[in-house]
């Protein structure tokens, strides 16, 4: 993972996200706080982190540690809890949770003193620096989760999939959320970050193939749109099988529900020519900020092909 890390930042991207699931993938804030060691530009995060598997007192203590070794160069991915929950069997944050969280986090980070939700006692950070400041960007896919986003994150991180249509509906849902707080997002500086599944192979249905258990991820979730009965059909299936040990893991049989007509709209997936062009296309909608790309791939160390490909597109600027 570091090695991902330092290539992305050699490559040009501007945040690498480290993903927080205990039981599936490797500790998070361990990497990240090795990752602050071996990169110099980067912004790192969490991508996401939440409130049920993680006490708040440690997750503030984690990012102000992290701030003391990193500066400004951080930002906090969290969400109601997804693979982390579900594989212990636990049920993910409710929105009033999640919310109540995301003040309780910002003022700990901040140096202030908060009450406990559950002992309910005074308690702070000794270390915090009075008005510190770390970027929190909720994970969205559903509408309410969206404009909860809209009204008390920095940003979002987006996961509706790559149609225009799909993107502009989950920014309806985040102005609506900026307007219950009587603002915009343009106002408040907001970012939109596209969570992207991407495979980029030279056979492009062996591309498409590799992102379907991602895809699958997604269709899963409740939608800020309506989609056709066919898709219902599939986004049933997908239910009635997604196993979360085997989240996002290529060629599990939750992903090959899910077919080739609907990779297009909801990830990023071909050969080289193919998968420019739809980054390109995704980059120019105006409905993004960033374009997170997620590479997946037959054999898992064949993502830094992935990452130096895409870096070789990324504008330079100066």
Partial sequence: ?????KLAEEAGFSCAYIGDSQMIWREPYVLLGAAAMVTKHITLATGVTNPITRDLGVIAA?????REMVGDRLRLGIGSGDSSVETLGKKPSTLANLERSVGILRDLIGGKTVMSPETNAAVRLTYAQTGTHIPVYPAVSSPKIHRLAGKIGDGAIVLVGVDPQ???ASRRELEA???EAGTTLDAKGFRVVCWTPISILDDG???RGAVKAHVARILKRKLPFELDA???DVVEKIRKQYEYYEHMVVGTAHGDVVPDELVERFAIAGTPAEARVQLERLASSGLVDEIAIIPHTQDPQDRDRIIRLVGEWIPRTG
Avoid: D, H, P
Wanted: hydrophobic share 75%; charged share 5%.
């Fill in 1 to 5: 993972m570091l090695t991902l890390i």
């Fill in 62 to 66: 984690a990012w102000v540690s992290l």
């Fill in 166 to 168: 799909f993107l502009q």
């Fill in 177 to 179: 959320g900026a307007a």
């Fill in 205 to 207: 249905r062996a591309a």
């Fill in 230 to 232: 066919a898709t219902m």
